[in-house]
């Protein structure tokens, strides 16, 4: 059963990077130490946003992040006050590596999901774009984790360099016990944005032909699949999350951004001072956001426009929907 899931201004969203630091050094690496800073944050800090957040929302999901989180050495207090805090769900991402023993740190009933990275079906694919030796650490990480009695997702960022693997997963997923699997789509930013002229984002074809059928494959072993909608018809809604969900992206030099498109330019709607969130001045996101283009999503357009058509008339083909649009497949 397919669903598109829309969004909802009753949960909040909350994208905390507690570090930029981690062991590895992925191709495509999102992180932008310039931007995003390149300290780890005090406990206490940790703990003084969490409470602005809980504050804010009753229905928050916190999902921590990095670099890799569990380098930081107090993540598990982290959890342990999202969780006194009244979070609705706490998920860590990680690149499998699971520093300083979290998880005998942490139990099944603090944390909902213990998310893991792999980009790639082989050893060899995955490798490449992740580094030598990621691809066993994170497979030990995920038998370790479900050992233990953690729920686990998987995330999987689609480029030219491992579409052709995407459908090697199934089986790969099965046998580990997955319970959630995440299809991404490579955003252009980061590293992948210093790759220039390089053609990472898979042809909108290649997407639709190949995308929906491994996600209902997948799907029918029983696992939830989560893949952005990416492309919209010119007579489907379009809607920019920024403006009518309530998704935070938190950095730790302050900056809050609502768009993870924006992330590679000083564009944050809110920034934390002395612990105190606050709006910025114009120009920022919010500015973005309000354009209406008939190519849908406006940061798509400026950032990744090789992904958009148009017809002899110069009108779009079809729209890019907002990158945080999903669809959920379940079997
Ligand atoms: S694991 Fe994540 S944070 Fe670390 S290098 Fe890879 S993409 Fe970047
Ligand atoms: S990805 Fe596009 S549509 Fe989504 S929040 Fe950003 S600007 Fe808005």
Redesign the pocket.
């Known amino acids: 059963m397919k669903k598109t899931v829309t969004f909802s201004k009753d949960a909040t969203n909350i994208f905390f990077h507690i570090l930029?630091n981690?062991?590895?050094?992925?191709r495509?690496?999102?992180?932008n130490p310039e931007q995003h800073g390149e300290k780890s944050l005090p406990s206490e800090t940790i703990e003084a946003w969490l409470k602005v957040f809980a504050e804010k929302s009753k229905d928050a999901n916190v999902i921590f992040?990095?670099?890799?989180p569990t380098m930081h050495p107090d993540l598990s207090l982290a959890v342990k006050k999202a969780k006194v805090l009244g979070y609705n769900s706490i998920t860590i991402?990680?690149?499998g590596y699971l520093f300083n023993d979290i998880l005998s740190k942490v139990t099944p009933d603090d944390v909902d999901y213990f998310s893991f990275?792999l980009d790639g079906a082989t050893r060899q694919t995955n490798d490449m774009i992740?580094?030598k030796g990621?691809y066993d650490k994170c497979i030990a990480g995920i038998q370790k984790a479900i050992t233990k009695g953690f729920h686990t997702s998987l995330i999987y960022?689609v480029s030219t360099d491992n579409i052709l693997e995407l459908d090697l997963m199934a089986p790969l997923l099965e046998d580990l016990g997955i319970n959630r699997f995440f299809i991404q789509v490579i955003g252009i930013r980061?590293?992948s944005a210093e790759r220039g002229r390089e053609r990472l984002q898979v042809s909108r074809s290649e997407w639709l032909k190949i995308i929906p059928v491994v996600a209902n494959k997948i799907a029918r072993l029983g696992i939830t699949v989560i893949y952005p909608k990416v492309y919209l018809s010119l007579d489907e809604p379009f809607e920019c999350a920024g403006l009518v969900a309530e998704n935070y992206f938190i950095f730790p030099n302050g900056r809050v951004y609502r768009c993870p498109l924006c992330e590679d330019f000083p564009l944050h709607s809110k920034v934390f001072k002395d612990n105190i969130l606050l709006n910025t001045p114009k120009i920022n996101e919010y500015d973005l956001f309000e354009l209406n283009i008939p190519e849908g999503c406006v940061m798509n357009k400026l950032i990744q426009p090789d992904n958009l058509s148009y017809k002899k008339d110069g009108t779009p083909e079809y729209k890019v929907a907002c990158c945080m649009l999903k669809e959920e497949v379940r079997g």
């Open positions: 930029t981690c062991n590895l050094k992925c495509h690496c999102y992180i992040l990095g670099g890799e991402d990680t690149n990275s992740r580094g990621c960022t980061g590293k």
